[in-house]
């Protein structure tokens, strides 16, 4: 088999990926692009820790075939902070109520919040628990997640 | 602004793990890196008869390494040296590495693995704790025993015959797997002359340190350990670690290239150390009122193949075994015996978790029997100041374990719950329990006094200080409360202190990242540090005593301008009065001990077995918190594993093979999964530690799993199948209790 070209806007840059078309969106990004925000915790779509949008839908890019990223907007973790340069609601909000602890599944619960946020104005606890349930974390028993995505709520977007 | 005890502190790398930008090791690319991988036995227990490379494969192209390969020793250096880096001739463990293997293409790797055929002579194996106490096969040493322990008190064989009520019990808990969420891993770099340097996830740079010096024999400064930024440990990478790192080097060494080696989920929960499995025999003497007259525990637990930290965890269960109660006559037994499991190793709680699950299960079954309830047999029982532990420690703090009792069943609202569930009749059944247990901080007995831990701080030019330590930051908070602790002891901002990368060859050996142990220990060594480091400001005239922020920061600069450096060092000295007889196990067990009361509300389906947790309130004395919502993550954290180590999470093995090593069907606690958590601290007996901080890193894995176990049992109570006497309990097991066969 060979690389194929694969064109995408990725994080709002027009790329172009080099890949197997079966290859991992994880691993394209990872060692190709350099983007290591993504993470991989378990390699069979469990975990979470490898959560990106393909457009505006939340995927575990250790699923997804590269190709499938042909003419998509693809975005990770870097992107959502403008590449580390301005944290959003979400982002603030983990760092100040406690929502990251190892930072492993960080990345991949951040993107899966991110996403609840645009598809549900206003999320009660529930719909956060549900939303997050894709996405494993072992260190804070979630308390602190659920709150801190319930705190970016009421945060001005500045 | 004071720092300690101030929630607005921002995690110190915070920003790093948010944005995604924190570089964990399979993040780090290195060049003309190759990549590794180990190949494994398929038995269980046996010799190596023969190792077939397939022709097919051309195998020029990979760096091959057997034991025959060692520079140095071929052992893993922890108490005993019986583990193998890479087995030579006998196999005792199912994944048991026998080869390395690298090349610079990964997939070529994988596939490669195919092609390599090894044959065994196969001889029985043991994996039952009971058929290694009967020695049906002598696997280790001549008895299968790595290690015995005896506590006594007073003599309960003169009470049984005058006690009002005897009450007997047996219990087992099963094995756990950590699940950090950021698998093993490591790169190695290694030459002849310029040594061995490794970077990686790990908890205890200075014990891969300590181990790499034997297998490549060479000198502690040929040998260098670099702590990446670390997914989580909780006693998962304490050991292990070491044994990765040296395979990675061994594989840089002969192939004269960076290797990286990161586990696959798979390969990381099939051969990396679990919790230890265990068995309990409790026989308790009361009188009429459920008063302790007499404790009888046996306490064994399922070290694995090799010897690796058994010793040391079967010790802190053996102390917590006879729990925060006081009895005259106690007698705690307890052995760690070897089978054919892959080793079993450190995980938070290191012991503790199994004895106590025991013990707090035993009580509620005594109460019942004795016609009290479990509030009662507790109250009559806990220990007190100026009372003795089954050590003979003397209690000098006021505990106030009714109080601690008291306020968890208030939040829970138990005697509410207690009535409304006495109507049920199901399908759902609720119930409610608690358990009462403490956890002691830091080594056990000497084990500070050997370690003799030492940190450093050191100025820099910008007149800010840079904390010098080898403990880790693997999610727990490290870096931010040391900055903390150090900050507000020195009245500087928390921007002015920076923490050290745990690097060997920078910073010393402040003992390992385990224990609860960081903080208390630590921390503590770092509180004085920052008053030696402002002597030393002070003694060279550059400092008045009466000084400002800016004057401090301004006399290092200027230190630094004159003598060129400013580094300071503190080791750890034992306080007066701590004794400690490791061979009678008598004396001061733990410096101090956090003391806690866990409360659970669960529901029972009956049409399904499954349990669900409402609700879940655990509080905690644990002297000062430093910081209110990392301390409040901890406790969460830890109580959510040991939710799943009570009702979710079962390590299955089949003929010595971990069965479902995969996130898939080894299931640990989802957001849906999780009650609400209500965390309580009561801040008291500020007497140890910095600013009076406890260890607390642990104490929340001991209390979930009996909790529940009780709420569970309560939920059941009319019943005629109980007691519930193991954990996990998954709706398969509690189906098999309730209709006698397992499903």
């Known amino acids: 088999m060979k690389e194929v070209k694969i064109n995408c806007t990725l994080n709002g840059k027009k790329t172009s990926l080099q890949a197997y078309p079966m290859e991992r969106l994880l691993d394209t990004l990872r060692n190709q692009q350099g983007l290591t925000g993504t993470k991989e915790g378990c390699g069979e779509g469990e975990c979470g820790a490898c959560s990106v949008f393909i457009d505006d839908q939340l995927v575990n890019s250790c699923l997804v075939p590269s190709l499938q990223a042909q003419e998509k907007k693809i975005t990770t973790i870097e992107g959502l902070s403008q590449n580390g340069k301005k944290l959003t609601k979400i982002q603030k909000a983990f760092l100040k109520y406690g929502g990251a602890q190892c930072g492993i599944c960080t990345p991949g619960m951040i993107m899966a919040a991110t996403e609840l946020l645009k598809r549900k104005k206003n999320p009660n606890k529930q719909d956060i628990m549900e939303a997050l349930s894709g996405n494993l974390c072992r260190c804070t028993g979630y308390m602190k997640i659920f709150e801190s995505v319930l705190k970016a709520l009421k945060m001005s977007n500045t | ?743």
């Open chain 2, 1 to 743: 602004m004071k720092l300690v005890g101030n929630q607005k502190v921002l995690r110190k790398e915070g920003v790093a793990k948010v944005t995604g930008y924190a570089s964990y090791i399979d993040d780090i690319k290195m060049q003309d890196m190759i990549y590794g991988t180990t190949i494994r036995s398929t038995i269980a227990r046996g010799r190596i008869s023969a190792i077939h490379f397939n022709s097919k494969m051309d195998w020029s192209e990979f760096t091959i390494v057997t034991a025959d390969d060692i520079p140095g020793k071929n052992a893993v250096t922890l108490i005993e040296l019986d583990q193998p880096f890479l087995a030579k001739e006998n196999i005792n463990h199912y994944d048991e590495p026998i080869l390395l293997l690298a090349h610079p293409d990964r997939y070529t790797l994988e596939a490669a693995k195919k092609f390599i055929k090894i044959e065994y002579d196969l001889l029985p194996p043991l994996f039952n704790i009971d058929h290694s106490v009967e020695k049906k096969e002598i696997i280790w040493g001549d008895n299968n025993v790595f290690k015995c322990f005896e506590i006594k008190k007073g003599d309960p064989s003169l009470v049984w015959n005058k006690a009002a009520h005897i009450i007997e019990g047996s219990f087992e808990t099963g094995a756990q797997e950590q699940l950090y969420i950021e698998n093993n891993g490591m790169i190695a770099v290694a030459s002849a002359d310029k040594g061995v340097t490794v970077w990686g996830s790990m908890q205890c740079p200075y014990y891969i340190h300590k181990g790499l010096m034997p297998l490549f024999n060479l000198p502690a400064d040929q040998i260098r350990v670099i702590q990446t930024e670390t997914g989580g440990g909780f006693g998962g990478k304490e050991e292990y670690p070491t044994m990765l790192a040296g395979h990675a080097a061994l594989l840089a060494l002969k192939s004269g290239k960076p290797v990286k080696m990161i586990y696959s989920r798979s390969e990381d929960m099939a051969v990396t150390t679990k919790r230890h499995p265990s068995q309990t025999k409790i026989k308790t003497a009361h009188d009429k009122n459920g008063k302790l007259l007499a404790m009888e525990i046996d306490f064994t637990i399922d070290g694995g193949a090799y010897l690796t930290l058994s010793p040391v965890v079967l010790s802190r269960g053996t102390i917590h075994a006879p729990g925060p109660y006081y009895c005259q006559n106690t007698l705690v037994r307890s052995k760690a015996v070897a089978t054919n499991h892959p080793p079993h190793g450190a995980f938070r709680g290191f012991g503790a978790p199994q004895s106590i699950f025991a013990l707090e299960r035993h009580l509620d079954i005594a109460a019942k029997k004795i016609g009290i309830t479990p509030i009662e047999i507790r109250k009559r029982n806990f220990l007190k100041k100026g009372q003795t532990t089954a050590t003979g420690q003397l209690i000098k703090e006021d505990i106030a374990l009714d109080k601690i009792l008291d306020q968890a069943l208030k939040k829970i609202n138990y005697s509410k719950k207690k009535k409304q569930n006495d109507k049920q009749k199901g399908p759902l059944l609720n119930g409610v329990g608690f358990a009462t247990f403490m956890h002691g901080a830091g080594f056990t007995g000497s084990g500070e006094k050997y370690l003799a831990s030492i940190v450093g701080l050191r100025g820099t030019s910008d007149g800010k200080i840079e904390v010098l330590a080898g403990s880790t930051e693997i999610g727990q908070g490290t870096n931010t409360i040391f900055s903390q602790i150090v900050a507000d002891k020195l009245n500087l901002n928390f921007e002015d202190i920076t923490v050290a990368q745990p690097d060997t060859a920078n910073v010393p050996n402040s003992g390992p990242t385990v224990a609860s142990r960081t903080c208390m220990v630590v921390g503590g060594l770092l509180s004085t540090c920052s008053e030696v480091f402002r002597q030393t400001l002070m003694d060279s005239t550059l400092l008045k005593k009466k000084h400002t922020k800016s004057q401090f920061k301004k006399a290092i600069t200027q230190y630094i301008k004159k003598m060129g450096e400013i580094k300071v060092f503190t080791e750890y000295k034992q306080p007066p009065g701590i004794e400690w007889d490791d061979k009678n196990y008598r004396g001061e067990a733990y410096a101090t001990y956090a003391w806690a009361a866990y409360a659970a509300d669960v529901t029972i389906d009956l049409r399904t077995y499954e349990t669900t947790v409402n609700d879940f309130v655990a509080v905690q004395e644990v002297g000062k918190v430093i910081h209110p919502t990392l301390a409040a993550g901890q406790i969460e954290g830890g109580i959510a594993q040991g939710i799943g180590y009570a009702i979710y999470e079962k390590v299955v093995y089949k003929d010595g093979q971990v069965k479902n090593n995969q996130m898939t069907n080894y299931i640990m606690p989802t957001s849906l999964d999780v009650p609400p958590i209500r965390v309580f601290f009561i801040e008291k007996n500020k007497n140890h530690g910095p600013f009076g901080a406890k260890g607390i890193g642990e104490l929340p894995m001991d209390g979930p799993g009996p909790a529940i176990l009780n709420a569970m049992d309560d939920a059941l109570k009319n019943t005629k199948k109980l007691p519930l006497t193991e954990i996990p309990l998954l709706p398969e097991d509690l189906h098999g209790v309730l209709e006698g066969t397992p499903l």
